[in-house]
């Protein structure tokens, strides 16, 4: 799919780069080998990719293979609600608002196994996920973006007595944990937002496999060559890639960006890189011939 979405717009060339590199890079080898959110979440973002590339129209069937793949990642991955619904101005811009409500309305409505879940077993209304407490505090919180816990939090944490509804407290700690970080320091609680576009866009330097040449070499490359293909395009031939790293970037700020993020953005990045290939090659061509 994503050697068709990219030849699809530029040529065959751009398309057999990009292909190529997304099955050359190490940690997309490596997530390839079990079936996890990071390589799930490629597979959605090459049938994105196809299915804005090739339909200029939308017929009502692709409306609702699309949202079914958005409704399936949206199980696996919560902040793709947000992803959704930049998908349904994409969809409203190129067809109608009908379309774009049905997009949106199918692919929410997958939560709805998971809402009753929630409200049955938590006697509570959480339509997307009991973890979002927990991000929080990774996010905001007196050691580091992402980690996990220090001595104090962990004591806090024991001292949540089992009942039934545990989670909703266990959770609840974790975030209100975090807004008192965020009000005790909200400059800081801001400004760490630049940090975590650093992670994300940089390195993470909390993570020693972030840090191995395997990873910052192809890294650093295939960041170059998207630069590359950005300069020597028009900022309207990658509108879907720049919308989605914008996207990547902005949930980067408010939350936080572990190596495995950045590896999942990095999927946008694919054919702006196949891009910066071939005009590399175009030049090396005309510098021959010329």
Known sequence: MLYK???????EISAYAA?????????????????????????????ILYFFSIRSSYKLSDIVSIAVISGIMLLFRSEVALMILIMGFIILKNSSAKKMIIYITISFAFLAPWSIRNYVVL???VPLTTNFGINLYRAYNPIYPGAWADDRMDS?????????????DYIELHKQEAISQIKNDPVQAFTSGFTKLCHLWY?????????????????FLMLGLAIWGGVK????????EYTMLLYHSFIAFIFFAIPRYQTMMKF?????????????????????NG
Do not use: C, D
Not at 21 to 37: G, R
Not at 158 to 165: G, P
Not at 203 to 219: E, F, G, K
């Open 5 to 11: 979405a990219v030849s699809h717009r530029f040529n």
């Open 19 to 47: 292909a190529l590199v997304a099955a050359l890079l190490p940690e997309f080898i490596f997530a390839s080998s079990a079936l996890v959110n990071t390589n799930l979440y490629h597979l959605f973002i090459a049938y």
């Open 123 to 125: 006697n509570k209304f």
């Open 156 to 168: 806090l944490k024991s001292e949540v007595k089992f009942s039934a509804q545990y989670e909703l």
């Open 203 to 219: 390195y993470y330097p909390y993570s020693t496999q972030a840090q191995h040449p395997l990873y910052m070499v192809p890294w």
């Open 233 to 240: 395009s028009k900022i309207s031939a990658f509108k879907i």
């Open 268 to 288: 946008w990045l694919l054919p702006l890189v196949g891009w910066g290939i071939y005009r590399i090659y175009e030049t090396i061509q005309k510098k021959r």
